[in-house]
T-cell receptor, first 116, second 114 residues
Framework: DADVTQTPRNRITKTGKRIMLECSQT?????MYWYRQDPGLGLRLIYY???????NKGEISDGYSVSRQAQAKFSLSLESAIPNQTALYFC???????????????FGPGTRLLVL | AQSVTQPDIHITVSEGASLELRCNYS??????LFWYVQSPGQGLQLLLK??????LVQGIKGFEAEFKRSQSSFNLRKPSVHWSDAAEYFC????????????FGTGTRLTIIP
């Protein structure tokens, strides 16, 4: 089984609709992240959470919200979807800099979202 | 603020040829650096990472990267590419202390021709 799972894998929605993307992990990591990927722009950070009670905005948080329901679950919501939110969305987890090791992020398979 | 530049948007190489993908970073202190690969329809997979020590880092799938502080570069290399290496490659930089978020480059798409 995959360590980081995302649901749904593909979604088509209409402008103005509320949509939630879900991420679950079995790696036991405290840190979780949401990114969006657009062609030619690489990955941009939307929100991140260092533990259940710690949620932070990334560089492009406008129009998005998140919920950290548990250590293993981190959901991304689009309150009122618009076409320029059409993108590939990735969830990632990491174990931080524990013990002086380099923090490494592990990615889910992505959710492809189309907003009409 | 940290940043990453991948100057090559798209590279085409012949199967069996050598490969070098360029990555330049900007960060005021000691960075940690990553290369990820994204195969078509897949998520990102970590190829290798650098934090300290030997500046030549070995990764999975026969890839290596060399950290050159004087050039602010972390180029990815492979001596002989395989058709399965066709993918998009992302370089990323993170801070060692404090704000440990990663900043990604815009990616380089690699095409392999027979």
């Amino acid at each position: 089984d995959a360590d980081v799972t995302q649901t749904p894998r593909n979604r088509i929605t209409k402008t103005g609709k509320r949509i939630m993307l879900e991420c679950s992990q079995t790696k036991g990591h405290d840190r979780m992240y949401w990114y969006r990927q657009d062609p030619g722009l690489g990955l941009r950070l939307i929100y991140y959470s260092f533990d259940v009670k710690d949620i932070n905005k990334g560089e492009i948080s406008d129009g998005y919200s998140v919920s950290r329901q548990a250590q293993a679950k981190f959901s991304l919501s689009l309150e009122s979807a618009i076409p320029n939110q059409t993108a590939l969305y990735f969830c990632a987890t990491s174990d931080g800099l524990a013990g002086g090791r380099v923090e490494t992020q592990y990615f889910g398979p992505g959710t492809r979202l189309l907003v009409l | 603020a940290q940043s990453v530049t991948q100057p090559d948007i798209h590279i085409t190489v012949s199967e069996g040829a050598s490969l070098e993908l360029r990555c330049n970073y900007s960060y005021g202190a000691t960075p940690y650096l990553f290369w990820y690969v994204q195969s078509p329809g897949q998520g990102l997979q970590l190829l290798l990472k650098y934090f300290s020590g030997d500046t030549l880092v070995q990764g999975i799938k026969g890839f290596e990267a060399e950290f050159k502080r004087s050039q602010s570069s972390f180029n990815l290399r492979k001596p002989s590419v395989h058709w399965s290496d066709a993918a998009e490659y992302f370089c990323a930089v993170g801070a060692v202390f404090g704000n440990e978020k990663l900043t990604f480059g815009t990616g380089t798409r690699l095409t392999i021709i027979p």
